[in-house]
């Protein structure tokens, strides 16, 4: 009985607003009302990522928007340098050696975000790109993006900047043209509040400028972006998740993004105080690169953290992120993203304290009453 706590770092739950707007009955994608919708959304979109200029919406999953992001900008055998950060920026990696790029990977330890110093030394003149996550999810780290950037202008570069912002989107601040972004990497079921389904690309003009010779079809920006200008897609579009991005973006404006990203850095701050009055230690080694969106936490030595996991789906039905990659059995994640308010929090983390001890991980009982008293001082 009551409610499932989805506190996995995406997909998040989705506000009951957002599942009313998907039930509306579908329309013809090729009428008027659709064109009304189409042309409104991509309007309301642009500041989400802080642009001016296209985004463009896939029926897809991130990874079909990460795709996209490289078969648009690149040519067979071009060269990119990318960051080590986790186990999503190592997929994405391994996406582009598939599609035949050449990637070189500075390797990091998964506590640490992208390191603008190494730009300098490492970027050379065949890199056609730059790839970096924004929020790495598998670790709870975020890349500094703007000292990225700088980092690449200081060599006077032409590569393009490609950033995977899925898990920070509508969480965590991102300014796509005032950061120098070329081409930001979006997807629904995370900040969004959205189930998965829908992939986003915001193309900046040096980007659509740049198009590279990579073969593409169905991810190819310029149909669709020349369909969008009359508000339709070259495709059928999901139109029943288009109603509820329409919702979910309508809530956004109304608590307004600032407001948003105090929200996330709150409960993300509350969490940490937790973590540590269990005596346990954050994965993110950086104070300046925190992420918002979730917390990973380290388990200590000799203690599993998926059986913790699972006792506290069995006993107290919450799901938790799973550790990822190298970190399997050393981490869990908490996401504590999307439609999330104190209560929720206070919850989420009742659970945990509640789970670790049933578990017989040795914390300090606290953590939760850490979390409460900032929430109050700062509330
Ligand atoms: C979730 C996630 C992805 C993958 O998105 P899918 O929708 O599962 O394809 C990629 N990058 C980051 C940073 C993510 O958090």
Redesign the pocket.
């Known amino acids: 009985m009551g409610r499932h706590f989805l506190q996995i ?2 997909p998040t739950n989705v506000p009951d607003r957002v599942l009313r707007a998907i039930a509306r009955p579908t329309i013809d994608h090729r009428g008027p009302a659709f064109a009304e919708l189409a042309r409104e959304l991509l309007d309301r979109l642009k500041p989400v990522f802080g642009t001016r200029h296209d985004v463009v919406v896939y029926p897809s ?3 079909g928007a ?1 795709e996209a992001a490289l078969v648009n900008t690149l040519s067979p055998g071009e060269r990119v340098l990318a960051f080590e950060t986790g186990h ?1 920026s190592t997929l994405w990696c391994e996406m582009a050696a598939r599609l035949g790029l050449v990637v070189d990977l500075v390797p990091g330890d998964w506590r640490h975000g992208a390191d603008p110093a190494a730009i300098t030394d490492l970027l050379s003149a065949d890199h056609a790109a730059v790839m970096v ?1 924004h ?3 598998s670790t709870g780290v975020r890349s500094r993006i703007p000292e990225i950037r700088d980092a690449m202008d200081a060599t006077g570069h032409p590569a393009l900047l490609l950033v ?1 912002t ?2 920070s989107l509508a969480s965590m601040e991102y300014r796509h043209d005032e950061w120098g972004v070329d081409v930001t990497v979006g ?1 629904s ?2 900040g969004l509040m959205l189930p ?1 389904g829908i992939g986003f690309n915001a193309v900046g003009p040096k980007a659509l400028a740049h198009r590279g010779r990579l073969p593409r079809s169905y991810w190819d920006w310029d149909p669709i972006i020349a369909a969008n200008r009359q508000g339709f897609f070259p495709y059928t579009p999901p139109t029943n998740l288009l109603y509820g991005l329409r919702e979910a973006l309508i809530m956004l404006e109304e608590e307004g993004l600032p407001q948003v990203f105090a929200r996330h850095e709150r409960h993300a701050e509350a969490t940490r105080r937790a973590v540590r009055a269990w005596g346990l230690e954050v994965l993110c080694a950086d104070e300046r690169e925190h992420s918002s969106s979730l917390t990973a936490l380290l388990m200590p030595d000799g203690h599993d953290a998926d059986a913790a996991r699972s006792l506290i789906l069995e006993r107290y039905d919450m799901s938790l992120g799973t550790g990822l990659g190298r970190l399997a059995g050393r981490v869990f994640r908490i996401g504590h993203l999307g439609h999330f308010n104190d209560l929720m929090l206070a919850g989420t983390l009742g659970g945990v304290e509640m789970g670790l001890l049933a578990a017989g991980v040795p914390i300090k009982e606290g953590g939760v009453r850490a979390a409460l008293a900032y929430l109050e001082e700062t509330g």
Do not use: L, R
């Open positions: 770092p995406g999953s991130g990874t990460w999503f996550v929020n790495e999810t995977d899925i898990s997807c079921q995370k998965p």
